[in-house]
């Protein structure tokens, strides 16, 4: 499943970009998106052998991990990608892009934010009920309201 969506934010890509590094954000992202408040966690940890890889953790308050990602592509001020897996019995393989790009036609200072999130589901019962169109609607909904969120928050 492929969820994507975007939205313009009247500031410009570089304090964009510092909203996005900052990973609090992500938990206010996340939270958005499953439609809870202040439950998770983003904390980044090094990779052994690997100094200049960075991984990041998504756990709840209670320390329970949801998912690793690891950063494939950090191309400042404009891009930054990850790959991970969200733990548990239903595993699911994440790839996240986040693409910022200037707004030229705003009037003011403005950054397009684009966000892609493709999630590969291991569980043939998972596949088959994200094939659904009402199960769609409302992760692609999830998904657009989170995003929707972030924009108040930057704003």
Same mark, same amino acid.
């Given at each position: 499943?492929?969820?994507?969506?975007?939205?313009?934010?009247?500031?410009?890509?570089?304090?964009?970009?510092?909203? !996005?590094?900052?990973?609090?954000?992500?938990?206010?992202?996340?939270?958005? !998106?499953?439609?809870?408040? =202040?439950?998770?966690?983003?904390?980044?940890?090094?990779?052994? &052998?690997?100094?200049?890889?960075?991984?990041?953790?998504?756990? =709840?308050?209670?320390?329970?991990?949801?998912?690793?990602?690891?950063?494939?592509?950090?191309?400042?001020?404009?891009?930054?990608? !990850?790959? &991970?897996?969200?733990?548990?019995?239903?595993?699911?393989?994440?790839?996240?892009?986040?693409?910022?790009?200037?707004?030229?036609?705003?009037?003011?200072?403005?950054?397009?934010?684009?966000? @892609?999130?493709?999630?590969?589901?291991?569980? @043939?019962?998972?596949?088959?009920?994200?094939?659904?169109?009402?199960?769609?609607?409302?992760?692609?909904?999830?998904?657009?309201?989170?995003?929707?969120?972030?924009?108040?928050?930057?704003?």
């Amino acid at each position: 499943m492929i969820l994507e969506s975007r939205v313009d934010v009247p500031i410009p890509v570089d304090a964009a970009w510092e909203w !996005f590094q900052d990973l609090s954000h992500w938990d206010f992202f996340f939270d958005s !998106f499953y439609g809870k408040h =202040d439950f998770f966690r983003h904390q980044t940890q090094s990779v052994e &052998g690997k100094p200049n890889q960075v991984r990041v953790l998504l756990a =709840d308050r209670t320390g329970k991990k949801h998912a690793l990602w690891d950063v494939i592509e950090w191309r400042r001020p404009n891009r930054m990608a !990850f790959t &991970g897996k969200q733990t548990g019995e239903n595993e699911v393989l994440l790839q996240m892009a986040v693409d910022l790009e200037p707004v030229p036609e705003a009037p003011k200072p403005s950054t397009r934010i684009r966000i @892609r999130l493709d999630m590969l589901f291991k569980s @043939r019962l998972l596949k088959m009920l994200c094939a659904l169109p009402p199960v769609k609607y409302i992760y692609r909904w999830q998904f657009a309201r989170a995003l929707q969120a972030v924009k108040f928050s930057i704003v």
